[in-house]
């Protein structure tokens, strides 16, 4: 069983980088099979999400179970719980029982970093971040890991959320070198940001994307329904290459990119590709330096199963965690 602190001890956010970057890879190869989420409604009390994957390179066969109760809150329990279970190749008996949460602000942040590591330009110094919440802390630590940012403006819509954020990150910042800065408003975040980040939980655009200077890369984590978005049709429309974690499951979840294609104002071709076809030499990234890039992640099995499996050969390597 391995908790969230062993993954911690075990796992940098630079090893999920590139745990999710062989992920990517591996995907685009044709090495992994998933099958979409299955969810099922326990009794209106909340949602417990099912996502296995199974990656024949390794091989290793797993799965991410997701639960969203809102009366846990009342309980004092987490609103939202996650368990990776993964399996041994050779028998199928149970091999891990991973913390789930801790797994997915990893790999989630290491998928922006990644992206960030890809598609920013080199000189990248100021970032802004949307969202506050529970992967925002990830996402500030992977943007951090791959451009040497002096500034990170952050916002969040509970302002009375910026300021504690502030504080529990500022010790992981300041390895780094990079200022931590409420920003006091969308706008000012925006302005002239090399890097954006948006991970929040918001229905609508989160800020303007007219604003976004020229060259900049933005990262789109938050939204994961069809009907909701947080990145506008502007930034959209301006974004010279836009990169996807997973095609299928962008096409099935993410309006950020599924509304302005209702709207004629998007095309699928208009998509670059997936972030594993550039890490294959497939499909170009960024162009030159006034290009705006920008990429849309919403999650996909694999990331989960190879970093899962990852984690655990650490974990057993270190003899860390416990034996059940
Ligand atoms: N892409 C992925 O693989 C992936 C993985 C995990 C979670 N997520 C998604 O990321 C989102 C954030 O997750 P979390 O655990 O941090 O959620 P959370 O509920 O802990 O925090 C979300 C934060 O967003 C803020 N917010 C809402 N609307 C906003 C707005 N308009 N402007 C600025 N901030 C706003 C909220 O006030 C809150 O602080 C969720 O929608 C979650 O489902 C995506």
New binding site residues.
Partial sequence: MIGAEDIRKAFSMRDAIESNREAFAIQAEGKAKLSVRTSFNVEGRGISSFMPGYVSSFPRVGVKIVSTFPGNAEKNLPV?GATVLLLDPETGLVDALIDGTEL?RLR?GA?SGLATELLANEGAEIGAL???????ASQLEAMLNVRKLREVRV????RD?IAPFIERVSAMASRFGARIAEAPS?DAAVEGADVITS????S?P?FDGSLVKAGAHVNG????EPHKR?LDEAIICRADRIFVDNMEAIMAEAGDILIPMKDGKLAKEDIAGELGDLILGRSEGRKSKEQITLMK???FATLDIVIAHKIFNKAVEMGIGADL
């Fill in positions: 939202v997915t989630t998928v949307f969202g506050t919440g529970g992967q925002a916002y969040d819509v509970m959320r969308p991970v929040t939980t918001a609508d989160v984590v938050g939204t994961y947080e992640t919403v999650g």
